[in-house]
């Protein structure tokens, strides 16, 4: 996926004042212009196209603005007359806002939420002790945790070792930046969104493959090894089947992947179904959930730590603050995936239905990633582990070969309907 | 405003947050160094060998095979994205479709190729495979 990141990064400097632009004013007749302007780059001029002719689709038109968070922040506070410096801090102060978001559902979701769920499926109480429902659990535990003493194991490659921590609640906060969560809650806007979506959630394996090797331990080896295995197998899947969805929205931006889905699609009487790709191409929904779970590694795909296999994992020797930001990393990366669900299948932050839009999207939002949230869990009580071997064939045998005829299908479906 | 700006601000907080949380945790923690304390965990037992082991050749053929399906990927997207705006405007389906089939199905040939020659078959090592056949005997 680096290969895409790069590309992506290059096309936006390139093209972005360009393509924009020509998409806000721009009817399919100027698509040529467009591409004429743009002559050194094809795709942009294309991108540009695309957004001109979904534009005429789509009920909402394209964005208004590309950071719209940031934006809000300075049209508030003020920021507009401080020029970039201004920009600066207004993108500050909306990715503070952001990663405290994350934090808190995560701090939520890890030490109480995660007990609760399991002891409901199990037939037990679990914390409750501390606090109303035992919440404040989650205050004592980040505590406990940060104040344990740090231990090194004998022989760990030392930069890699204390780097790996850092990389995995930053590669997932990172996809963050370009989820929008309705109310206008989205950093930024790019054209490229999707695939920087991806690229920045697939460096994780990077600090997982980091941990288990500079751990010095022969678990974090194999669990790192088994790591990069996984993610190798379903990152091409996932990828794929996010394609087929692009083939219907013809853009990568985040907002108008939004934005198409908020067409009925069938209305019959007082039920209005929108428009949602769950619904357009469950099959995809279907394969995309089943990668997702395994990029993330979550039960059933959750080899790469396997308690009763390889003690922990990759996180074997790690301890106090780095377990807890392994930990953290490991949260983030599960409401990401559950962020990409809602945005490409579930039509991001939009009620099911139109009588439920007076509450806000942003709930809806949270709704949608609690949801596959819950999923996960549900999952890691009741589907058993599937074995290393299994789990590269189920990969290279299996969702490959679907993935790619569901993209093939789509667009030949596609192409015959237009 | 440059969306890339706020997505380095994020990235700058994705960085510091982490550090941050070390800082806290430094103040915090304890440090009693002790002799064995930080062995590394071999399930109680003293560790024995290297940890740089010799591991399974298998996890080599998928990476290999990874970097092929990895770059098809990066060339699919593009197409994706003008695939329907195309079809709108009025450019034929045998020409908007078929080198995308072409090429797909080219690449599904090295797939074919390395299912056959066991690429995609875990390895399974002789002394676990016979001790397992006399096992069941």
């Known amino acids: 996926m680096s290969g895409v990141d790069l590309a992506s990064v290059l096309l936006q400097q390139n093209g972005s004042g360009n393509a924009t632009g020509n998409a806000t004013n721009a009817t399919a007749g100027n698509a040529t212009n467009a591409t004429a302007g743009n002559a050194t780059n094809a795709t942009a001029g294309n991108a540009t196209n695309a957004t001109a002719g979904n534009a005429t689709n789509a009920t909402a038109a394209g964005p208004t603005s590309e950071t719209p968070l940031p934006d809000l922040i300075s049209g508030l506070l003020g920021l507009d007359g401080f020029g970039i410096w201004g920009d600066a801090v207004a993108a500050l102060l909306g990715a503070f806002l952001i990663a405290n978001v994350m934090l808190t559902m995560t701090a939520v979701a890890g030490p109480w939420a995660k007990r609760k769920i399991t002891a409901a499926f199990t037939d037990r109480i679990a914390v409750n ?56 809650i989205q950093l930024a806007d790019p054209e490229t969104g999707l695939v920087f979506a991806f690229a920045a959630a697939s460096i994780a394996s990077l600090g997982l493959v980091m941990a288990g090797y500079a751990s010095n331990n022969k678990y974090s080896m194999l669990g790192g090894l088994r790591s990069i295995a996984q993610n190798l197998a379903y990152e091409i899947p996932l990828v794929v089947t996010a394609a087929s969805v692009v083939i219907f929205t013809g853009t990568l931006r985040m907002s108008e992947i939004v934005a198409v889905q908020s067409q009925p699609l069938i209305e019959a009487g007082a039920l209005t179904i929108p428009s949602w790709f769950a619904f357009v191409n469950p099959f995809a929904f279907v394969l995309f959930l089943v990668a997702n779970m395994a990029e993330i590694g979550r ?99 299996g969702m490959l070969e679907l993935a790619f005829a569901n993209l093939v299908l789509t667009a030949i479906i596609v192409g015959v309907i237009i | 405003m440059n969306p890339w700006i706020a997505i380095g601000a994020l990235a700058v907080m994705g960085v510091g947050i982490p550090l941050g949380m070390m800082a806290v945790s430094a103040i915090l923690r304890p440090s009693v160094p002790e002799q064995g304390k930080s062995a590394i965990y071999e399930s109680g037992e003293i560790p024995t060998g290297t940890t740089r082991i010799r591991f399974n050749i298998q996890y080599y053929m998928v990476a290999l095979l990874f970097v092929i399906f990895d770059i098809e990927t990066v060339l699919i997207f593009p197409w994706t994205v003008i695939y329907r705006s195309a079809l709108e405007s009025g450019v034929g389906l045998g020409k908007v479709l078929f080198p995308m089939l072409l090429f797909i199905g080219i690449l599904t040939m090295p797939l074919v190729w390395a299912w056959r020659n066991g690429a995609v078959e875990w390895v399974k090592s002789p002394r676990a495979t016979s001790r397992k056949v006399e096992g069941e005997s």
């Open chain 1, 299 to 397: 039960n059933p795909f959750d080899i790469p730590e396997a308690p009763t296999e390889i003690v922990a994992g990759y996180q074997t020797e790690y301890s106090s603050v780095y377990f807890v930001l392994f930990y953290l990393g490991e949260f983030i990366h599960i409401f990401l995936g559950g962020a990409l669900m809602a945005v490409l299948f579930l039509g991001g932050a939009a009620p099911p239905v139109p009588a439920l839009g007076f509450i806000p999207g942003f709930v809806w939002f949270v709704i949608k990633i609690w949801a596959f949230f819950l999923f996960t869990q549900w999952c890691r009580s009741a589907v058993p582990r599937v074995r290393i071997d299994q789990l590269i064939e189920i990969g290279w045998k």
């Open chain 1, 129 to 184: 002790r501390i606090g109303p429902f035992g919440l404040l659990i989650i205050v004592a535990d980040a505590v406990r945790l940060l104040s344990k003493e740090l231990i090194v194991p004998e022989g760990a490659d030392r930069p890699a070792w204390d780097l790996a921590p850092i990389i995995l609640p930053f590669s997932a906060l990172l996809g963050f930046a370009v989820i929008p969560m309705g109310s206008g």
